[in-house]
């Protein structure tokens, strides 16, 4: 298993930091954020260290994915309270302050006050379909 000596999240998989674990198994585990948004805000995480999503081992990837989308119906069922949140960073630009990936599942209700949200007015005018064409294929090219 590959970690990292100086990762708070790597320190948690070894057993050096308590955690409240809600799940875990040869791969991953999911525990309570110790500062959490909402009653029931999970983080999921691999235990092999990768910093987010841009270096992630795309094999572990679909065991990863189905983890977050089972933890999301026991949370959604937990708490029913309209709707969850999954969230990941990836890299500082995005937010990610803790560089070790992970994913969070929280509760929302329509009424909370947090949560991502689009810029006022970002639906006033759409984007030209030319400059669409032209992004996607610069994406495309980046494969």
Same mark, same amino acid.
């Given at each position: 298993?590959? $970690?990292?000596?100086?990762?708070?999240?790597?320190?948690?998989?070894?057993?050096?930091?308590?955690?409240?674990? &809600?799940?875990?198994?040869?791969? &991953?585990?999911?525990?309570?954020?110790?500062?959490?948004?909402?009653?029931?805000?999970?983080?999921?995480?691999?235990?092999?260290?990768?910093?987010?999503?841009?270096?992630?081992?795309?094999?572990?990837?679909?065991?990863?994915?189905?983890?977050?989308?089972?933890?999301?119906?026991? %949370?959604? @069922?937990?708490?029913? &309270?309209?709707? %969850?949140?999954?969230?990941?960073?990836?890299?500082?630009?995005?937010? $990610?302050?803790?560089?070790?990936?992970?994913?969070? &599942?929280?509760?929302?209700?329509?009424?909370?006050?947090?949560?991502?949200?689009?810029?006022?007015?970002?639906?006033?005018?759409?984007?030209?379909?030319? @400059?669409?064409?032209?992004?996607? @294929?610069?994406? $495309?090219?980046?494969?």
């Amino acid at each position: 298993m590959s $970690q990292s000596s100086d990762c708070i999240f790597c320190k948690i998989v070894k057993g050096e930091i308590p955690a409240s674990v &809600v799940f875990e198994d040869e791969h &991953v585990m999911a525990f309570m954020d110790i500062f959490p948004i909402a009653e029931g805000h999970i983080l999921l995480i691999p235990k092999d260290h990768y910093t987010n999503m841009l270096d992630i081992d795309l094999e572990l990837l679909p065991h990863l994915a189905r983890r977050l989308a089972l933890l999301t119906r026991q %949370v959604d @069922k937990a708490f029913n &309270v309209g709707g %969850v949140m999954n969230i990941a960073a990836n890299g500082a630009g995005a937010g $990610q302050e803790i560089p070790h990936l992970h994913f969070h &599942v929280i509760p929302r209700g329509r009424d909370a006050n947090y949560g991502f949200r689009f810029p006022p007015g970002y639906r006033e005018e759409m984007a030209p379909r030319e @400059k669409l064409e032209s992004i996607a @294929k610069k994406i $495309q090219e980046a494969a």
